[in-house]
């Protein structure tokens, strides 16, 4: 694995495209010929990072990839279903900046920052100035996962967690090192495919020199996310022990499309990525336009079954607000 300084991530990052009319000029793309209806202007703002851009194609106004981050005026409609709080996160807040859904887990909210804006994330609405647990000295989380003797597992989310320095996430995981009856340590990241070069040899060291189970969950919904360079990473991660899943969400117009899931699934394969869920859209607001019924989702996971050895079938499910676990659709 080539060495790489701890700081070559944020520097990319500082060349994150966050304006519409910056992506397309960059993708050769005149907004005033666009087929469907954009906004250069919403509350939340389109951000993404230059190695992602990469990956769409020039002049292709339905790219799947562009299509989960170019901000249309579809969400600024109100639909019936759609809210705020589509998952129930915040009833189960236990404090600020922890979550607890499941039995057995604590969620932490570690940070707000994310190194893209997904356009139906569904913590888009989510108040983080009032529930974030990325505190100096991470004192009140620790105290609260050292008194809970039902955790074995702590899951770092956000925003993305990977938005942290590395001598942040170092400081909490040995902190939580010391709390006897955690055993896995779990994180859920888009860094890997938005910006690969936070899969540094640094963060590497840290997540494997410590007692944890640890597992890195990220997020690809189309197999054009995992370029060359992304699979190099995820390689080097994986060889070094670390259990590497994905987690989809079934988008309309991106990957509705059989072919489409199945090449996700072989690509992550190449990647030593084992497909985890295929989530059902969380029905945040101004999220409508990529929805996709159950009934398609069905027809999507049944020719998978046929197409697919069973390890590369990704679980469909859906999130209920206030549920234990997630919901399987079958």
Not at 166 to 192: A, G, V
Request: charged share 20%; net charge positive; glycine share 4%.
């Amino acid at each position: 694995m080539k060495k790489t300084t701890s700081t070559h991530w944020q520097q990319e990052l500082t060349t994150a495209i966050k304006k519409v009319e910056e992506l397309c000029d960059f993708l050769k793309l005149d907004i005033t010929k666009a087929p469907y209806p954009i906004s250069t202007h919403q509350r939340f703002p389109l951000k993404l990072t230059q190695h992602y851009v990469n990956n769409i194609q020039k002049g292709d106004w339905n790219d799947p990839l562009l299509l989960q981050v170019l901000p249309s005026s579809q969400e600024n409609i109100q639909s019936a279903g759609f809210h705020d709080d589509p998952v129930g996160d915040l009833q189960a807040v236990d404090e600020p900046g922890i979550l607890k859904k499941y039995h057995g887990r604590a969620l932490l909210i570690t940070t707000q920052a994310c190194p893209v804006h997904c356009r139906y994330c569904f913590r888009r609405e989510f108040p983080y100035s009032n529930n974030h647990a990325s505190k100096r000295d991470w004192g009140t989380t620790i105290e609260n996962v050292r008194n809970d003797k039902t955790l074995n597992e702590v899951i770092l989310s956000g925003g993305d967690p990977l938005s942290l320095s590395d001598k942040k996430i170092k400081s909490l995981i040995k902190q939580l090192e010391n709390i006897p009856h955690i055993k896995t340590l779990r994180i859920h990241s888009r860094y890997p495919l938005l910006l690969p070069s936070r899969l540094s040899t640094e963060l590497l060291e840290i997540l494997t020199n410590n007692r944890f189970r640890v597992i890195l969950v990220i997020h690809a919904n189309h197999a054009n996310e995992l370029d060359d360079v992304v699979q190099q990473q995820l390689q080097h991660y994986h060889a070094a022990g670390i259990m590497l899943l994905n987690q989809s969400v079934l988008l309309k117009g991106i990957n509705d499309e059989a072919k489409t899931l199945i090449a996700l699934s072989h690509r992550l394969m190449d990647c030593h990525v084992l497909p985890y869920y295929l989530h059902q859209l969380d029905k945040v607001t101004g999220t409508r336009h990529f929805e996709v019924t159950d009934t398609q989702a069905l027809a999507l996971i049944s020719t998978l079954r046929e197409a697919l050895p069973g390890y590369l079938v990704p679980r469909l499910v859906r999130e209920v607000s206030g549920k234990r676990s997630k919901t399987p659709i079958v």
